[in-house]
T-cell receptor
Framework: DAGVIQSPRHEVTEMGQEVTLRCKPI?????LFWYRQTMMRGLELLIY????????DSGMPEDRFSAKMPNASFSTLKIQPSEPRDSAVYFC????????????FGPGTRLTVL | AQSVTQLDSHVSVSEGTPVLLRCNYS??????LFWYVQHPNKGLQLLLK??????LVKGINGFEAEFKKSETSFHLTKPSAHMSDAAEYFC????????????FGKGTKLSVKP
């Protein structure tokens, strides 16, 4: 299995620009999670989906952040407009569900907003 | 409510000596406990997981952890450190079989000296 795939691996953009991060979960997994990691705040759960439906988005910091999961094999996290304080590593993870709560993480996207 | 405390932000050992990374948890329900490892500029990799079976859990790369309910601890150990073990380690707690509710510790950075 290829594992969780994220793209791009690195993104550098200017303040005010729209940023879209992409994630492909492990095939057959029912749950998908988006996390943000910073030095100051550690790992934070932003949102998670079950069977493509958003279940908990209470971690999404502001309306500038939005996430979608149009099908079982693809999800996006969008930031519009981006700000320097959004600079972080964003991780996507997936979990099989069906009694298993183990999450498998992607390699992350390092976002730098200038 | 669940919480997890990693007692050391940084641990330094010499190659070939034992490793001990300490973790205490708090959970109102039967917890699942995990250790994840993150190598520099990489995603998080699952080391091991405790559910409700044996209290001594063996993971990858020679790591193991012991669940001690009386002490609410889940310390990670390895008999002999290798240079490749240098990374950041995260202790994670969740209510068993509850999706999305992973609570991460702040992380312990392990340094291994030659």
């Amino acid at each position: 299995d290829a594992g969780v795939i994220q793209s791009p691996r690195h993104e550098v953009t200017e303040m005010g620009q729209e940023v879209t991060l992409r994630c492909k979960p492990i095939s057959g997994h029912d749950y998908l999670f988006w996390y943000r990691q910073t030095m100051m705040r550690g790992l934070e759960l932003l949102i998670y989906f079950n069977n493509n439906v958003p279940i908990d988005d209470s971690g999404m910091p502001e309306d500038r952040f939005s996430a979608k999961m149009p099908n079982a094999s693809f999800s996006t996290l969008k930031i519009q407009p981006s700000e320097p304080r959004d600079s972080a590593v964003y991780f996507c993870a997936s979990s099989p569900g069906s009694g298993s709560d183990t999450q498998y993480f992607g390699p992350g996207t390092r976002l730098t907003v200038l | 409510a669940q919480s997890v405390t990693q007692l050391d932000s940084h641990v330094s050992v010499s190659e070939g000596t034992p490793v001990l990374l300490r973790c205490n948890y708090s959970s109102s329900y039967s917890p699942s406990l995990f250790w994840y490892v993150q190598h520099p500029n990489k995603g998080l990799q699952l080391l091991l997981k405790y559910t409700s079976a044996a209290t001594l859990v063996k993971g990858i790369n020679g790591f193991e952890a012991e669940f001690k309910k009386s002490e609410t601890s889940f310390h990670l150990t390895k008999p002999s450190a290798h240079m490749s073990d240098a990374a950041e380690y995260f202790c994670v707690v969740t209510v068993r079989r509850s999706q999305g509710n992973l609570i991460f510790g702040k992380g312990t950075k392990l340094s291994v000296k030659p």
